[in-house]
């Protein structure tokens, strides 16, 4: 069974995700998208509500579950069974961290092995950190958000 976790912060989760999602979900039978509990970091969104969102986008996919966790992610993934972590790479900007994650994931957990998608080229300048800025400001978020939650998303920012 190929097991597949999807870590993020997911705040909130954007189109770009999205199509992350469903790329993964291709590849693998299991995928786990992990929704990541960190007090250091503040967010817009609380951990229940993103979870909560992204089970909504998923609907009944009988392969992907939504979750949280705690702590570092190579254990998370240990405790699923997961031989996987995906991350999307949107654009050269992001390889810098992404490979230095990967290469500290790996050194931890070395049977892991982390798989890079990427999105759509018209997600590759869409991130969660715009949403909530143009969401706060009361911009159109129709080309960042997955529709069924625009509505929500969009008000909870304009607050
Ligand atoms: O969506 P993000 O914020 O880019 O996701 C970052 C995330 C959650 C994947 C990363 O911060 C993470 O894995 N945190 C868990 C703690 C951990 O394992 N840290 C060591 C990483 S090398």
């Given amino acids: 069974m190929r097991t597949a976790i999807y870590p993020g912060s997911f705040d909130p989760v954007t189109l770009g995700h999205w199509d992350i999602i469903q790329r993964a979900e291709k590849l693998v039978d299991k995928l786990v998208v992990a929704v990541l509990h960190n007090p250091a970091k503040t967010s817009a969104f609380s951990v229940e509500e993103r979870v909560a969102m992204l089970r909504e986008l998923v609907g009944d996919r009988p392969s992907v579950t939504v979750t949280s966790f705690h ?89």
Avoid: C, H, W
């Fill in 71 to 159: 702590g570092l992610l190579v254990d998370f993934a240990k405790s699923q069974g997961a031989q996987f972590i995906v991350r999307g790479v949107r654009a050269f900007s992001d390889f810098e961290y992404e490979f230095q994650m990967a290469l500290m994931n790996r050194k931890l957990a070395p049977e892991l092995e982390t798989v890079f998608l990427m999105p759509k080229e018209k997600y590759s300048a869409v991130s969660s950190r715009l949403v909530r800025e143009i969401g706060s400001m009361g911009g159109n978020l129709s080309e960042l958000v997955p529709e069924a939650l625009r509505e929500r998303v969009a008000q909870r920012l304009a607050k």
